[in-house]
């Protein structure tokens, strides 16, 4: 197989591998540039980002993943020269300001290490790139190899996969629980030893092992708090044909976004994991945002006046984002907010915000449980709604 196709089919099989650097804007790649990505940077700049797998051979056997050692598909490993290469030849060409690099576990976890590690080095050393590289640690990967890494890359994530070690035992028998926290905790040293400028993240499928989005957050929240990752990614599980879980039933995408907007709840609203609104089930409501959903679950904290609340209190009213908070706490000395239509200037979404403050002593919302009732019988609109 010629490079341009070993770099199409690795670029098309990168799909799988979820976790995306920042927050992803999928674009197709131009012609010619397999594996272009259009994400944000650190900086919070639009950067392209070449995202490859190393290789797609994998010596394991995940039940949910196409790439599986049992599965007879097209497979491809590119060098370390090959991939560096090729990357500064797109970086120089201006296709691309960042690297992110995975790989099947090809040959093992560590021939697959040393693979992206050399990579790494080389175009750090050899090729003098200074950019952004973001790097896949294996499931087992040693102190030595997470230094290294951590010395070259400016992320580093581990995929996680399942909450637990049972239920990721039925999605990835090779893969134990101990071999992801080891790199996690090891990653965590680097960290506060001053490297991986971007720190650690990972990424979990959702829906694969059946588990429930509670058990999802406790497995987050030991995530942010013990090994100080910088984000969790969801990733809704899609049933592949030709595996052992062609015919598990994918997860909808919209739960997948209800975990994203619960867990911007926790790292950016000063929500704990414990007060998100689960149902019996344990999982989040669909119908609703999980801020909208704890809201309508707390009526004893609300109406709110917005004049006189504080930071906190404001925060957790469906509607108002930080930026919103901030406006309203610069002007409310000098304004009295008395319409919604102020609130609305603000950047508040008045549709929500109304049933939960009030305005000059007037309330301008409905009746809350009407106001479930309404949403719940509406179809679920996939897409997010971070505020
Ligand atoms: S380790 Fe599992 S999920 Fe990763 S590529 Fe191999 S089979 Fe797929």
Same mark, same amino acid.
């Given at each position: 197989?010629?490079?341009?196709?070993?770099?199409?089919?690795?670029?098309?099989?990168?799909?799988?591998?979820?976790?995306?650097?920042?927050?992803?804007?999928?674009?197709?790649?131009?012609?010619? @540039?397999?594996?272009?990505?259009?994400?944000?940077?650190?900086?919070?700049?639009?950067?392209?980002? =070449?995202?490859?797998?190393?290789?797609?051979?994998?010596?394991?056997?995940?039940?949910?993943?196409?790439?599986?050692?049992?599965?007879?598909?097209?497979?491809?490993?590119?060098?370390?020269? #090959?991939?560096?290469?090729? +990357?500064?030849?797109?970086?120089?060409?201006?296709?691309?300001?960042?690297?992110? =690099?995975?790989?099947?576990?090809?040959?093992?976890?560590?021939?697959?290490?040393?693979?992206?590690?050399?990579?790494?080095?080389?175009?750090?050393?050899? +090729?003098?790139?200074?950019?952004?590289?973001?790097?896949?640690?294996?499931?087992?990967?040693?102190?030595?190899?997470?230094?290294?890494?951590?010395?070259?890359?400016?992320?580093? @994530?581990?995929?996680?996969?399942?909450?637990?070690?049972?239920?990721?035992?039925?999605? @990835?028998?090779?893969?134990?629980?101990?071999?992801?926290?080891?790199?996690?905790?090891?990653?965590?040293?680097?960290?506060?030893?001053?490297?991986?400028?971007?720190?650690?993240?990972?990424?979990?499928?959702?829906?694969?092992?059946?588990?429930?989005?509670?058990?999802?957050?406790?497995?987050?929240?030991?995530?942010? @708090?013990?090994?100080?990752?910088?984000?969790?990614?969801?990733?809704?599980?899609?049933?592949?044909?030709?595996?052992?879980?062609?015919?598990?039933?994918?997860?909808?995408?919209?739960?997948?976004?209800?975990?994203?907007?619960?867990?911007?709840?926790?790292?950016?609203?000063?929500?704990?994991?414990?007060?998100?609104?689960?149902?019996?089930?344990?999982?989040?409501?669909?119908? =609703?945002?999980?801020?909208?959903?704890?809201? =309508?679950?707390?009526?004893?904290?609300?109406?709110?006046?917005?004049?006189?609340?504080?930071? #906190?209190?404001?925060?957790?009213?469906?509607?108002?984002?930080?930026?919103?908070? #901030?406006?309203?706490?610069?002007?409310?000395?000098?304004?009295? +907010?008395? #319409?919604?239509?102020?609130?609305?200037?603000?950047?508040?979404?008045?549709?929500?915000?109304?049933?939960?403050?009030?305005?000059?002593?007037? +309330?301008?919302?409905?009746?809350?449980?009407?106001?479930?009732?309404?949403?719940?019988?509406?179809?679920?609109?996939?897409?997010?709604?971070?505020?």
């Amino acid at each position: 197989m010629d490079l341009e196709h070993k770099l199409e089919l690795l670029a098309d099989d990168a799909r799988f591998e979820a976790c995306d650097s920042f927050t992803p804007r999928k674009r197709k790649g131009k012609r010619g @540039s397999p594996g272009i990505q259009h994400t944000r940077g650190p900086n919070g700049k639009p950067m392209a980002l =070449l995202r490859l797998l190393q290789s797609n051979s994998c010596e394991w056997d995940c039940p949910y993943c196409p790439l599986r050692r049992s599965n007879d598909i097209a497979r491809a490993t590119l060098t370390p020269e #090959e991939l560096a290469t090729t +990357f500064m030849q797109r970086h120089e060409a201006g296709d691309v300001q960042g690297l992110f =690099l995975s790989s099947a576990v090809d040959g093992g976890v560590r021939p697959a290490m040393a693979r992206m590690l050399d990579t790494v080095e080389l175009l750090r050393v050899r +090729f003098a790139y200074t950019g952004y590289v973001h790097l896949k640690l294996m499931p087992g990967a040693r102190p030595d190899e997470v230094e290294r890494a951590a010395t070259l890359a400016d992320r580093v @994530s581990i995929n996680l996969e399942a909450p637990n070690g049972a239920r990721m035992k039925r999605i @990835s028998p090779e893969r134990r629980w101990s071999t992801i926290l080891e790199p996690m905790a090891y990653a965590r040293e680097q960290q506060e030893a001053g490297n991986l400028p971007s720190g650690q993240a990972t990424q979990l499928v959702v829906g694969a092992s059946g588990e429930s989005d509670r058990e999802i957050f406790a497995a987050t929240s030991r995530m942010y @708090s013990e090994f100080k990752l910088r984000r969790v990614y969801f990733n809704a599980f899609r049933s592949q044909p030709n595996t052992p879980m062609a015919e598990h039933e994918s997860t909808p995408w919209v739960r997948q976004q209800r975990l994203q907007e619960a867990d911007w709840l926790v790292r950016h609203y000063g929500f704990d994991a414990s007060e998100l609104p689960f149902e019996a089930d344990d999982n989040l409501p669909l119908q =609703l945002d999980p801020k909208f959903a704890w809201a =309508l679950q707390h009526p004893e904290q609300f109406p709110i006046d917005v004049q006189t609340a504080d930071r #906190e209190a404001l925060l957790r009213v469906p509607g108002i984002g930080p930026i919103s908070v #901030e406006r309203i706490l610069a002007l409310r000395s000098a304004v009295r +907010f008395r #319409e919604l239509q102020h609130l609305r200037k603000l950047g508040v979404v008045v549709t929500k915000a109304r049933h939960f403050v009030t305005l000059d002593g007037r +309330f301008f919302g409905g009746d809350a449980a009407q106001v479930v009732a309404r949403l719940r019988a509406q179809p679920i609109v996939e897409q997010l709604t971070l505020w």
